[in-house]
């Protein structure tokens, strides 16, 4: 049997027993589509791509446990994204088993959907792309600390070191990961991250860390950050250290958000991306992102990129 129609069948069969019962279920869709214009003289595009076709279902089950699955639907595959168990003995500590993102970056306490761009940062990609920001699965705690305005989020875990390359996960090797958000007051939050990769016996270690701040006051926004480590997946030592830093702000009027983003990452090869943009809330659940992007990289002649971006959720 084709393996992505029987995952695709399992999904159905969890979904249809889940709401057969008695817990409280939401179900739930996240589209997002992009069209793309490149004006670059090497390779220029136009082109419409759907980011994102991602349905969700979230239960509520008994004594204090949540359940949450989504999945990716691209090209007629389905991929699996979050598969996750956790229980709730109270907001200071929670308990989770399965596969999610791992906590690191500024951007890790937004979501696709708050963040300011068409897509994720620069810092984000490469974090990924060398397994300190990727999915997989594993165990971890989370909770919340003190009360407002003076609060402290932790999100601590331990994970199997998922291969990007290979498509599997490194079960011999474990990554923990960490994160830590400070709020000394409600419009202020700091973001400090932790990475660590190891094999078995701790004989190769590849770190990775990160410090962000974000500041929020009468509808403007102001944020930034900065990450540096190591890359377990690199094959020569000179693309083995990679970091990265942006900044953003962005300011609401009304249903209006314009913003501005400088973004820039170096794993080898330095990249630099400076965007200009709007988003307009058309509903309470979708939006319209219009953004230039003056785009520089080692090697290529700078160009520009134009894109409009529809976003939905329900």
């Not at 869709?29 to 969700?56: D, G, H, M």
């Not at 708050?114 to 990727?134: A, N, T, Y």
């Not at 699965?137 to 909770?143: D, N």
Request: glycine share 6%.
């Amino acid at each position: 049997m084709n393996r992505n129609f029987a995952f695709f069948i399992i999904i159905v069969i969890t979904i249809v027993s889940l709401a057969e019962s008695e817990q409280n279920i939401d179900l739930g869709v996240e589209f997002a589509t992009v069209w793309e214009c490149e004006f670059s003289e090497k390779n220029p595009s136009n082109v419409f791509i759907i980011q994102r076709l991602r349905p969700k279902l979230i239960a509520d089950l008994s004594h204090n446990f949540t359940f949450k699955l989504t999945v990716e639907l691209e090209n007629g595959f389905a991929q699996l994204k979050d598969a996750k168990l956790q229980w709730k003995y109270n907001k200071q500590f929670k308990i989770g088993v399965g596969s999610r993102r791992k906590p690191f970056g500024l951007e890790n306490i937004y979501n696709f959907w708050s963040i300011p761009g068409v897509d994720w940062s620069l810092i984000h990609d490469l974090f990924e792309k060398s397994g300190h920001h990727d999915r997989s699965i594993g165990v971890w705690v989370q909770g919340k600390l003190f009360q407002e305005p003076f609060k402290i989020k932790y999100d601590v875990g331990l994970y199997n070191r998922f291969d990007s390359y290979t498509g599997e996960h490194e079960t011999s090797d474990k990554h923990f990961s960490s994160q830590i958000v400070y709020s000394p007051q409600q419009f202020l939050n700091v973001v400090l991250s932790l990475s660590s990769v190891s094999d078995t016996f701790d004989l190769n270690r590849c770190v990775a860390y990160g410090i962000g701040a974000s500041i929020k006051i009468i509808g403007i926004e102001i944020a930034g950050e900065y990450a540096s480590g190591e890359d377990p997946f690199s094959e020569t030592t000179s693309d083995a250290d990679i970091e990265g830093y942006q900044f953003w702000a962005r300011y609401d009027i009304g249903r209006f958000q314009p913003y501005v983003q400088h973004e820039f990452s170096d794993n080898g090869k330095e990249k630099k991306h400076t965007s200009l943009g709007c988003r307009l809330e058309l509903t309470k659940y979708t939006r319209i992102k219009l953004q230039t992007t003056y785009i520089d990289k080692d090697g290529d002649d700078p160009y520009r990129e134009f894109c409009i971006k529809a976003h939905a959720k329900f």
